[in-house]
């Protein structure tokens, strides 16, 4: 409708057509926004559940010679999933935010039981 030459309506017209990825605003919903603000709430949802996945591995974990708290992901999987079935990509989330560390790229139950999470 911002191309159409017939169309009347205003309110199409004041709006940018596209956003070239060089811009700032590029792949972020409009400032004020329901949109925007969605975001922002996941954001710290999400946050907040990274927290609480720290503070489990430090209560459940043992510290080691080095004094980082570490926990196997067996252990970790079996007190978190009553919390949350989403222990593995809040995981990766506090790997990513420098949180945690621990090899491999991707955890599966069973198979990862053994590997080691250690709290940063």
Not at 44 to 58: A, F, M, N, Q, Y
Not at 83 to 90: A, M
Request: some cysteine; proline content about 4%; charged content about 25%.
């Amino acid at each position: 409708q911002r191309k159409n030459p017939f169309s009347s309506d205003d309110r199409l017209a004041s709006k940018p057509a596209h956003t070239h990825r060089g811009d700032p605003t590029y792949g972020r919903p409009p400032e004020g926004s329901q949109t925007e603000q969605r975001g922002k709430d996941a954001h710290s949802h999400v946050g907040k559940e990274v927290e609480e996945l720290c503070l489990i591995i430090r209560s459940t974990g043992q510290v080691g010679e080095d004094g980082h708290v570490s926990v196997t992901f067996g252990q970790l999987f079996e007190t978190y999933v009553t919390i949350s079935n989403k222990v593995v990509g809040i995981l990766l989330r506090a790997r990513k935010h420098g949180l945690v560390h621990f090899e491999g790229e991707m955890l599966w139950q069973g198979k990862d039981d053994d590997v080691v999470i250690t709290l940063l």
